[in-house]
């Protein structure tokens, strides 16, 4: 059966899944983008083998979790964070694996990231695969967000979860690092890995897994998801790629983009979760971010039901209830992190939003 770039352009033009087959998919579902606080399932679709790898027959799980068990018969079924994020917490508990996550996107391929996974296939440079998924992921995913940062040598990929309920973040930003690195070394060649693995996470009582995967030094109690490597491999090339397919995807995705609707609230927290922590966050920096000016931002922001204050401070905590409850970094660290000049800021406003102090907070899920 030899390769038909015909057919993979039409493929790609009327929204199949482009999977380059000679035959496609009978009754593909148009694609369509999502609202806030929805995500593609995408690689979250390899929980029902990796819950079978267990022994555990998924589906009773999945209906606990309040989904239609053939939602995971496609990758581009659309879920609801909350439902997803229930579903995550209810693996873990089932089969007592602190690390389900990882387990999940280690599993899944270049292919699970659906069209942002194609166009990364056919980008000319690693670089501009990665700003593809950077640049993308909110088209299929209205609950994670990826930052690139290019430090000295070195490039710094992160990820975070920035909804409102994040539980279950960790388990779902573990298996976005775990297949982005898949599909790096897709890219790159399976020999490839990672300089160090960051993970906002305490350390496990058992990390093998963790090495085996990345084939790198992991270091947990960390503030941010994120994969670093040399900053040089941006510019490798990528083998095999095609500007025509290329074209094509980039026409689907900025089509889809086209469609989103305004959420610019939403736009905001995303723009917020990669920004808050060391970075120039003020509302004069996000309104010279996005070329306007300062009282439109406010006005488009009051038109939405919020302020810039506020979004903040709930981007603020979000990220703070996750260190609390998931690392053991100290308090100190944690207000630098967000900006505050002393831990006694920190502690003031986190009382204001939880009523507690952060050392309370920490104790009571700690226990929980």
Request: with cysteine; aromatic share 6%.
């Amino acid at each position: 059966m030899r390769y038909n770039s015909r057919r993979a352009v039409q493929n790609i033009r009327s929204g199949l899944d482009a999977s380059f087959l000679i035959q496609p998919p009978p009754q593909a579902k148009p694609r369509r983008a999502i609202p806030p606080g929805y995500i593609h399932l995408g690689v979250s679709k390899e929980i029902a083998p990796t819950l079978r790898d267990f022994g555990i027959e998924p589906n009773s799980l999945i209906r606990e979790a309040g989904l239609d068990p053939s939602l995971f018969d496609d990758g581009k079924s659309v879920v609801a964070f909350t439902a997803l994020a229930r579903l995550y917490a209810l693996c873990v508990a089932q089969t007592r694996c602190p690390h389900f996550g990882l387990l999940v996107g280690r599993r899944a391929t270049i292919l699970s990231l659906d069209l942002i996974g194609r166009l990364m296939q056919h980008s000319e440079t690693i670089g501009a695969a990665v700003d593809a998924l950077v640049s993308n992921l909110g088209v299929q995913d209205r609950v994670v967000v990826a930052s690139l940062d290019v430090t000295d040598d070195m490039a710094l990929l992160t990820y975070a979860a920035y909804q409102r309920d994040n539980s279950s973040a960790q388990q779902i930003t573990e298996a976005a690092l775990a297949v982005t690195v898949n599909a790096l070394r897709t890219l790159s060649g399976f020999d490839w890995r990672p300089t160090e693995v960051l993970l906002p996470r305490a350390a496990p009582a058992e990390a093998g897994p963790y090495r085996h995967h990345f084939k790198a030094p992991v270091r947990f109690n960390q503030e941010s998801a994120t994969v670093v490597f040399p900053a040089g491999d941006l510019k490798r090339k990528v083998a095999g790629a095609d500007p025509l397919l290329r074209a094509m995807v980039e026409e689907q995705l900025q089509r889809l983009r086209g469609h989103a609707g305004s959420d610019f609230p939403d736009d905001i927290r995303r723009l917020l979760r990669t920004r808050i922590m060391g970075r120039r966050s003020s509302a004069s920096d996000m309104a010279e971010l996005l070329a306007i000016d300062r009282r439109t931002l406010s006005r488009r922001l009051r038109d939405g039901g919020s302020g810039y204050r506020t979004l903040t401070n709930e981007i603020r905590f979000e990220i703070a209830r996750q260190l609390l409850e998931d690392t053991d970094v100290r308090l100190g660290e944690i207000a630098a992190a967000l900006g505050y000049s002393e831990a006694s800021a920190f502690t003031r406003a986190f009382r204001r939003w939880s009523g507690r102090t952060p050392t309370a907070w920490r104790t009571a899920t700690g226990e929980a």
